[in-house]
């Protein structure tokens, strides 16, 4: 009788709180927390991609990049589970698919590549980019895969005091790297810009052979990051992606922001990541990864949020936020884990690929907003 009554005592109790004014308004600034968007909006393809052939499972995705006919490249890291690596194998380094989802190329010497392969890229004659993280270098193959065209650094050597990681990074090498995450390469003559990276806290530039220009970028503070100051790099310099203004747009990824310089260096302006559901510096950052839409004026801004697991859409030109999609998880379509890597189709699809626990790339069309005219 006592259980009884003191069942019926609690539920009483549970009504009253959960109905009172304090909690109804505790729940809307929950449920407001998320701020209410009216830009570009999307939604998961569950058609792309096709099943991968038998066998095949992918590691951690450490880029995806779009070619000039919108096949979709993706590069898987050889780091399979345990329970899985004893009853599958891992899926080639470099996998390319089409607009079907169907794997029509497949190609990649891991005893050549880097360990960690992290972010694609291709310049205007069809040539792939690859960054050596986990190592120090980068590498430049034709796009089928099959020529090893230029390689700046040295397998199993990076920029730090011996050499090898995990010893003190200098920033400082002329000839190497520290774990570089991106490459973007100017249209206009050749240059390559590479975010470098893990480690290292800068941003080199190398002309078309690989000979040493210039570099700029230094270890920040958390307080730079929220005061603005250009070149003070938080943490991992994540990506480093080309504008179509020739404006150099990099990932502050520990800063929660995009940092814009022009192409000798100079800081232009800062962006801001605001976040939505952390306090700012916190999880593993805001600007993970970053996209523009494919427009002449590449209107769209699409950021991949490391600590919400969200897509964040700007407008480049304002910075201003303009919508978000995505949602934490890693289990069900559309959710996202660690969204590493992304990129734009010439339709305004978006694709994400994912490293740490999720491990998959998905595919996210446009519902409404989300291809400029221009692009079309």
């Not at 801004?301 to 949602?327: A, N, T």
Request: one cysteine or more.
């Amino acid at each position: 009788m006592k259980t009884k009554r003191y069942l019926g005592a609690s539920a009483l109790i549970a009504a009253v709180v959960f109905s009172s004014p304090f909690w109804r308004s505790m729940e809307v600034r929950a449920q407001s927390a998320r701020p209410a968007l009216n830009g570009p909006q999307f939604e998961v393809d569950p058609s792309w991609p096709k099943p991968l052939p038998e066998r095949w499972v992918t590691g951690e995705l450490g880029g995806v990049c779009a070619d000039a006919n919108d096949h979709i490249f993706v590069l898987s890291r050889a780091n399979l589970y345990d329970g899985i690596k004893e009853i599958a194998q891992d899926a080639p380094a470099v996998m390319e698919f089409d607009q079907t989802g169907n794997v029509v190329n497949s190609w990649g010497d891991r005893q050549v590549m880097a360990e960690q392969l992290h972010g694609c890229s291709f310049d205007p004659q069809g040539n792939i980019w690859i960054a050596g993280n986990g190592d120090g270098f980068i590498q430049k193959y034709s796009h089928d895969g099959k020529q090893l065209l230029l390689q700046i650094g040295v397998k199993g050597k990076v920029d730090s005091e011996d050499g090898k990681l995990k010893s003190r990074f200098l920033n400082a090498s002329k000839v190497g790297f520290y774990n570089p995450t991106l490459v973007a390469v100017d249209p206009a003559n050749g240059d390559l810009y590479v975010s470098d990276g893990y480690g290292n806290k800068r941003v080199v530039v190398f002309d078309k052979t690989g000979k040493f220009l210039r570099q700029w970028g230094r270890q920040g503070t958390t307080a730079e990051a929220a005061a603005g100051v250009g070149g003070a790099f938080v943490n991992i310099v994540h990506c480093v992606v080309l504008g179509n203004d020739g404006l150099v747009y990099v990932c502050d990824r520990n800063g929660d922001r995009i940092q814009v310089f022009d192409k000798m260096g100079a800081f232009k302006r800062s962006i801001p990541i605001p976040l939505v559901f952390r306090a700012p510096y916190t999880g593993n950052g805001g600007a993970g990864s970053l996209a523009f839409s494919r427009d002449a004026a590449q209107r769209y801004m699409y950021i991949g949020d490391f600590s919400d697991k969200l897509i964040r859409v700007f407008d480049r030109v304002s910075g201003k936020e303009l919508s978000q999609f995505g949602r934490p998880g890693s289990h069900q379509l559309g959710g996202l884990a660690s969204p590493h890597g992304i990129t734009v189709d010439s339709k305004g699809n978006v694709y994400v690929a994912e490293s740490l626990d999720g491990r998959r790339v998905q595919r996210f069309k446009p519902v409404s907003g989300g291809t400029p005219t221009a692009a079309r």
